[in-house]
T-cell receptor, first 109, second 110 residues
Framework: GENVEQHPSTLSVQEGDSAVIKCTYS??????FPWYKQELGKRPQLIID?????GEKKDQRIAVTLNKTAKHFSLHITETQPEDSAVYFC????????FGSGTRLQVQP | DTEVTQTPKHLVMGMTNKKSLKCEQH?????MYWYKQKAKKPPELMFV???????INESVPSRFSPECPNSSLLNLHLHALQPEDSALYLC?????????FGQGTRLTVV
């Protein structure tokens, strides 16, 4: 089955800095790669996604890149704000989502 | 309606009890999922229903029994659970790729 590895497990940045989270996947048949933000006690919320036929996607301060050859994808958050503090999960999907282990992002004011 | 609704929000049950979790969506999605999430861990896939048929069972113990009565409803029947089954149970639905998650049922087994 699919295996998704995510790094780093924790990330602390100063407000206004950029944050980068990286994931690798194992199943070359996976074709959909979403990123979720989960605040304590709440459901995962989709923040951005990318399909396997696209190399990069941007939505305001958030961008995702995908390298199919290397089987890795990354989340970039620019101009971080304290409200960006949460746990972020990457996922890969062919028939269902397989999640990475999560990154706890802390943005220091 | 773009919501996936799960009931109950919280559930405390004894190891000899039988209970059910319910999930409902009215977005016309034909794929529905159960995930289990332990504290500080990612969601783990349990079951996938596609067009009301069970298509994936991730080797889940038989004390968890899923049911899809119709295209809008997904149930998870619980029986003889163990304390280690305490977790957040998330339901999701999808029309293809993007998955919409319910707010989850926080289950505590005592």
């Amino acid at each position: 089955g699919e295996n998704v590895e995510q790094h780093p497990s924790t990330l602390s940045v100063q407000e206004g800095d950029s944050a980068v989270i990286k994931c690798t996947y194992s199943d070359s048949a996976s074709n959909y790669f979403p990123w979720y933000k989960q605040e304590l006690g709440k459901r995962p919320q989709l923040i951005i996604d990318i399909r396997s036929n696209v190399g990069e996607k941007k939505d305001q301060r958030i961008a995702v890149t995908l390298n199919k050859t290397a089987k890795h994808f990354s989340l970039h958050i620019t101009e971080t704000q304290p409200e960006d503090s949460a746990v972020y999960f990457c996922a890969a999907s062919r028939r269902a989502l397989t999640f990475g282990s999560g990154t706890r992002l802390q943005v220091q004011p | 309606d773009t919501e996936v609704t799960q009931t109950p929000k919280h559930l405390v049950m004894g190891m000899t009890n039988k209970k059910s979790l319910k999930c409902e969506q009215h977005m016309g999605h034909r794929a529905m999922y159960w995930y289990k999430q332990k504290a500080k861990k990612p969601p783990e896939l349990m079951f996938v229903y596609s067009y009301e048929k069970l298509s994936i069972n991730e080797s889940v113990p038989s004390r968890f029994s899923p049911e899809c009565p119709n295209s809008s409803l997904l149930n998870l029947h619980l029986h003889a659970l163990q304390p280690e089954d305490s977790a957040l149970y998330l339901c999701a639905s999808s029309a293809g790729t993007e998955a919409f998650f319910g707010q989850g049922t926080r289950l505590t087994v005592v």
